[in-house]
């Protein structure tokens, strides 16, 4: 196989592994003021995410590095067309971070409550954002040899806010179902019905997503030229049903471990269809940056799969150990302890 | 302004204030680890309480580091598309490398540090806080590996229009690489241990744990004696190699702009860049900018085209003062071994360890404007120009929101770690267990 195809893969399963662990602290992060009333409500929701959300980030980070690295072309253009969008989510991420960090080391209230706005607008914006940024690559973004010629309210079109909303929708799903394993009963019990609510909404705009997807964007070209590879979407429609299916029976282990896969499915179909685009041109395909008119040389791309291939496996090995360290519910001792 | 003087000035602030936290964070990983050891292996709980107070202290600062890194990322693409693109396939591995091997490890296990004290063994704590350290002072080698591309581009040929590599070997065993990354971390270390030694100063004046402090001002005046030895000596092996690489950095350094045969280091200078000279010139050690430089004719600045120098002034005096400060730092923390045994009453000492906090923090920043000041014009040295590097896409009117919104946001971050540092600084630490 051809080492930009590897690269492709590795671009996409970097997405949507960032997505399906960022997601919940997300999730967790817009419904925080929502469901947690008292001192220690905050607590637990915040602590619920605080052992992972800094892990989790860094897969985004390494998402933008394998970019750099892999397809550097596309990671110059990307970032500098979509300069004042990821400035706001680069803020929000910021403000975000400190925000659980730093909370549980303020005394006042003022401070507080100030913290407690950022955890939700530090959430809510990316979890948005990020959908609307993937709609319009889907769509492709208007940009000839000539340079960009969008501009920042040109990505709030429909489909861009329908793939934000569903986006939104899938993470607060996914953080009810993480915030209703990890924290004591009364809580978990109203994390979880919210979970249940925003299912439906989620749904609705997968289906919508779906259908709209045919009208806006080329996606589906890919799979209609080779059928196979529709098994990828119709995994993820399951997935989403399976989530919805669990939720109604309760089991919130279950619902969350199809929640995560559905995030990965979704984020792999959109990739497939994508192939071997990474941003196309919506002004003519002649201009779009693909895998192979992007791409690093040869030499880079072998040396970078040789470093993923020995270290990616002990990435994944000592998180899978922090998550097994932390899995289940926080106890009410730690809640009065260390932390947040 | 243009957009690449307002891209320079936001990478400026925006490095600059994300290496207000690097420093500490690089040395007092070391330093907390150190004491969790200790107290696994005495039993002596003051280790323990050590471990947690200047472990908050560590945290505080440490979420502003990790916050205000991925801006460092975005920011390649966002204002230096061209820069990107063109060096893309040499720079981004070490970025990509950076995360993958440093990263993940570091975040992951401060995660188990911070909330397992009651889910793992205590060895594995401790092993936790020992793998934090070791994988903040990795991202730093890779980090800096990139740099030293860009100061001195090892490993590449130009092909398809961009630098592309062709030994990945010799881009990680760059020689810059190795003497910028020790040189670094050290100075980190040097922060980190004026930052434990100020503290405890500050609570030995009052009296307040005296025994506590004593055992972490001597920790930490140990480390800053060993690391700031370190930085002195490593960055002459540094600047011995910025004289053979970058040869109008290092006249630039000591403001020469002739060509001289075994140059004298002129203790007092003055620049005087409009008119290619220095006003004064007094207090010569004969021959030492020769030894400095290991060569026995050192290039003046003349000898270089004055579109191809990088701006004298600011580059001298930094580096002057910067050589200053790690000079006075050696004194400082032999001062405070020397009178160890009887410390809580030299109380003028204790003041000027205290108020000896943010001088290290000046050097490390001092250093880092000789390094990227001294490479101007040049974003790759002698390869690629900063002003061809910038993103085209990106309007002036977009880098001054930009740049209005970081300088907010960063402001009234800076304002509140500032504040936090001071206030579990000042609090010390939690009461023993009777």
């Not at chain 1, 995030?263 to 779009?288: A, E, M, R």
């Not at chain 1, 998180?319 to 009065?336: D, P, R, S």
Request: aromatic share 16%; net charge positive.
């Amino acid at each position: 196989m051809e080492f930009q195809i590897i690269w492709f893969i590795l671009w996409g399963l970097l997405w949507a592994v960032y997505f399906a662990l960022d997601g919940f602290d997300f999730g967790a992060g817009i419904l925080y003021p929502f469901i947690s009333k008292s001192e220690m409500d905050k607590k637990a929701v915040l602590h619920a995410i605080g052992p992972f959300w800094d892990g989790n980030e860094v897969w985004l980070i390494t998402a933008g590095g394998a970019t750099f690295a892999a397809f550097p072309t596309t990671y110059a253009y990307m970032f500098s067309y979509l300069y004042t969008p990821l400035l706001i989510i680069l803020f929000a991420l910021i403000f975000r971070g400190v925000a659980v960090e730093l909370r549980g080391k303020s005394t006042s209230e003022g401070m507080k409550k100030f913290w407690d706005f950022w955890v939700f607008v530090g959430s809510f914006i990316p979890a948005l954002l990020f959908g609307v940024a993937f709609g319009n690559i889907f769509m492709g973004l208007p940009f000839d040899n000539s340079g960009y010629h969008g501009t920042l309210f040109s990505l709030l079109n429909p489909y861009g806010l329908l793939v934000g909303l569903l986006f939104l929708f899938t993470f607060i799903v996914h953080g009810g179902l993480w915030i209703s394993l990890r924290v004591p009963d009364e809580l978990a019990d109203k994390a979880f019905s919210r979970a249940k609510n925003f299912w439906y909404l989620q749904a609705i705009c997968a289906v919508v997503f779906l259908s709209l997807t045919a009208t806006y964007t080329n996606l589906y070209n890919n799979f209609l030229k080779l059928p196979y590879w529709f098994a990828v979407p119709a995994v993820a429609v399951l997935c989403l049903l399976l989530t919805g299916f669990y939720l109604m029976k309760n089991k919130n282990g279950r619902a969350f471990v199809f929640s995560a896969l559905f995030i990965i499915t979704l984020v792999f179909s959109g990739v497939i269809g994508l192939y071997p685009n990474l941003i196309p041109s919506s002004i003519d395909p002649k201009y779009s940056f693909t895998i192979f008119n992007s791409s690093s040389s040869l030499y880079t791309l072998k040396v970078m799969t040789i470093v993923v291939i020995i270290f990616v496996p002990i990435v994944v090995f000592y998180q899978a150990w922090a998550y097994k360290t932390f899995m289940g519910k926080i106890t009410e001792k730690e809640l009065k302890e260390e932390g947040y | 302004m243009d957009t690449v003087l307002l891209s320079r000035l936001q990478f400026a602030v925006t490095a600059a204030f994300h290496f207000i936290f690097v420093p500490l964070t690089l040395g007092l990983s070391v330093l907390v680890a150190y004491m969790e050891s200790r107290y696994l292996a005495t039993g002596d709980k003051d280790y323990l309480r050590m471990a947690k107070f200047w472990g908050r202290l560590f945290l505080i600062n440490f979420a502003l580091g990790v916050v205000t890194g991925i801006t460092m990322e975005f920011q390649f693409g966002m204002n230096w598309a061209e820069y990107s693109r063109y060096v893309g396939d040499i720079f981004g591995s070490p970025l990509a490398i950076e995360a993958t091997l440093a990263f993940f490890l570091e975040s992951t296990f401060l995660g188990v540090w911070i909330f397992g004290w009651n889910r793992i063994s205590p060895k594995l704590h401790a092993l936790s806080i020992w793998l934090v350290a070791l994988a903040t002072n990795l991202s730093a080698l890779w980090i800096l590996i990139a740099n030293a591309w860009m100061q001195n581009p090892v490993g590449y040929v130009l092909r398809n229009g961009r630098a592309e590599m062709v030994d990945f070997w010799a881009v990680v065993t760059n020689h810059y690489a190795i003497f910028k990354f020790f040189h670094t971390v050290m100075s980190g270390w040097v922060v980190a241990g004026f930052f434990v030694l100020g503290i405890s100063a500050y609570h030995l004046l009052r009296k307040n744990e005296t025994d506590f402090f004593k055992k972490s001002l001597k920790i930490g005046a140990t480390f800053a004696l060993i690391s700031s030895l370190l930085v002195l000596f490593i960055g002459d092996f540094h600047a011995k190699e910025v004289a053979h690489t970058q040869p109008t950095k290092i006249a630039a350094m000591e403001s020469l702009w002739e060509t001289t045969k075994d140059a004298p280091m002129y203790l007092l200078l003055v620049p005087e860049p409009a008119n290619e000279k220095n006003s004064v010139e007094a207090i010569g050690i004969p021959g030492f900018l020769s030894f400095l430089a290991g060569q026995k004719e050192v290039k003046g600045l003349k000898e270089f085209p004055p579109q191809d120098r990088p701006p004298v002034t600011l580059t001298f005096l930094s580096f002057r003062l910067m050589v200053g400060l790690g000079l006075l730092f050696i004194l400082l923390a032999l001062l405070a071994l020397v009178k160890f045994k009887k410390i809580e009453q030299s109380t003028t000492l204790l003041r000027i360890l205290l108020w000896s906090i943010p001088l290290p923090y000046i050097a490390a920043q001092l250093g880092w404007i000789v390094a990227e000041v001294g490479r101007q014009p040049w974003i790759v040295y002698g390869l690629l120009k900063t002003a061809d590097a910038i993103s085209k896409a990106v309007e002036p009117a977009q880098v001054v929101a930009s740049l209005i919104g970081f300088t907010i946001f960063y402001g009234a971050l800076g304002i509140i770690d500032i504040y936090l540092l001071s206030k579990y600084a000042r609090k010390g630490p939690e009461p023993k267990e009777v």
